[in-house]
């Protein structure tokens, strides 16, 4: 589903604000944030070292887990790209199940793609 930031309920939008936010003050590539199963949300950034390269998003479920997260609600991610990377869908699945959506915005803030992971 296409549409721009009135068509999400207010958390997944503050998902969306806080992964824009994430991304923008840490002058990296993507940001993104995760909801887990009790409303707690972790925020991450891309993390780009020489030994160690993961996306916004798998950064932020590693987060989730390492925190005790169970399940996930739902994820977002602030990004250039036009579509989510099939590694960070699968880390959605990994830990949300198939119920959980991936929200892929660009750097403007504007919902580009909802994928139910």
Do not use: F, H, I
Request: hydrophobic share 50%.
């Amino acid at each position: 589903m296409l549409g721009g930031m009135t068509d999400l309920d207010p958390e997944d939008q503050k998902l969306l604000t806080l992964a824009r936010s994430a991304r923008a003050r840490n002058g990296v590539a993507e940001g993104a944030a995760v909801r887990d199963e009790t409303g707690r949300t972790y925020v991450a950034g891309t993390v780009e070292l020489a030994s160690l390269k993961l996306s916004a998003v798998r950064t932020a479920v590693a987060m989730a887990v390492a925190s005790g997260a169970k399940g996930l609600e739902a994820a977002a991610v602030v990004t250039a790209g036009e579509r989510p990377a099939e590694a960070d869908l699968a880390a959605v699945r990994d830990l949300g199940g198939a119920g959980a959506p991936l929200l892929l915005a660009g750097p403007d803030g504007v919902l580009r793609v909802r994928v139910e992971a």
